[in-house]
């Protein structure tokens, strides 16, 4: 997986934002829901304090202190309800206290007796067993009897257990629940961006061969489709100015061509004549030498133009590819011989290729020319024909002091050159190629 790629960033962005979206929502639905519940605990020990001190205890006069013990075991009871009573008379003095509930959740005498002045509300008392109980404090003032404080109480377990239940959701099922959110979010953004793929790849055929093809352009009216127009304007521009610059190319070649040959005839014709001081033909000579350079690169530049614009055609035909390297090697043998190399050649007797001939022989020349070039006096020269599979093979290599790995990914850019200085020293055209081999 790419984590440069939009794809994974916009995956990345969108967990986030959804982990701290749930995480929010689940901080605010917990404490929420915890503050719901001990609401809801405090209004119903609150609605039984109020019982107790509006049913039993304002009649408490006419009915005496054990018909209120009694009523609240009978009616309330907190042993099996597993609720906390206790009703403290303002002296501190207790009237009624609830038994341990049945369950040995929390044990009442445990818990400290209320110091006047009693005042209402709710408090949480925590006891040994790491057990909290809720007690609602509620001040009655009785007729005939003074004021009484009633304490009603329940343990906090089961909001306790309802909250670790949503605790075990968060924690459980949300994260299944955002995973398969995210999935669906990645496959989603896939989706969205297979445009962008689509367009990459076809970018990535287009070059100056083939620059009348354009990008798919997809009919969703959103920014991939502006971009896709765009693009394709760019191409079209960029289409307009490579002709322009071949046409160019193939112009200029075309009306050198004609001086060039008007000026080759002239020096000839007055290399001819008979009066011409030695200094006088070796600068005309000269000239004559640099006129078939020039001419030479001009035919070049002709040739360029019309490979890009795709006017030059291959001639494919069946031919011995043995022969043809043997005939060329024999024609450069004369200027490795002038730099005093040893010019070598191995192949099989005959290999037979489909093919254009006379393309072969130009990349074949070029290629020992440059060998001959960059290779020192005393060097050697050897090329090498050979069939792999359904393949020919050709290798020249050369003891030469070979290309400088940074200037190896550039030996097919046109017109570049490792070293300008020794390169114009040797007159080279091309780049040199030594000490590796060449494979056509």
Known sequence: MNVHSIRFRLTVWYAALLALMLIIFGGGVYFGLARYLKAKASDQLALQARQIAETWLQRMDETGEEYVVDEIDEHLSPRATHRFIRLTRADGSVLYQSDPPRDGSFDPSMI?????????GMHQQHLPGDVDLLIYALPASVPGAGTFLIEVGAPSHEIERTLHGL?????????????????????????????????????????SRNLSER????????????????????????????????????DASHELRTPLTILRGELEVTLRQNELTPATREILESMLEETDRLSETVEKLMMLSRLDSGQLKLERQW???TELCQDTVEQMRLLAEDKELRLDFSAPARLEVKADPLRLRQIL??????????????????????????RALIEVADTGQGIPADAIPHIFDRFYRVDEARSRELGGEWLGIGHHQDVV
């Open 112 to 120: 400290p007796p209320a110091s006047p002045p009693y005042r209402e």
């Open 319 to 321: 031919f011995d590819l």
């Open 215 to 250: 990008l798919p352009v997809p009919g969703t009216g959103d920014e991939v489709e502006r971009l896709s127009q765009t693009l394709n304007r760019m191409i079209e521009r960029l289409e307009k100015s490579f002709r322009q610059v071949t046409q160019f190319t193939a």
């Open 365 to 390: 020349i070029n290629l020992i020319d440059n060998a001959i070039k960059y290779t020192p006096a005393g060097g050697s020269v050897n090329v090498t024909l050979a069939q792999r599979a359904d």
């Open 167 to 207: 605790a075990f959701t968060f924690v459980v099922i949300l994260p299944l629940a955002m995973i398969l959110a995210i999935g669906s979010g990645y496959l989603l953004m896939k989706r969205a961006l297979r445009p962008i793929d689509d367009i990459t790849s076809a970018a990535e055929s287009i070059t």
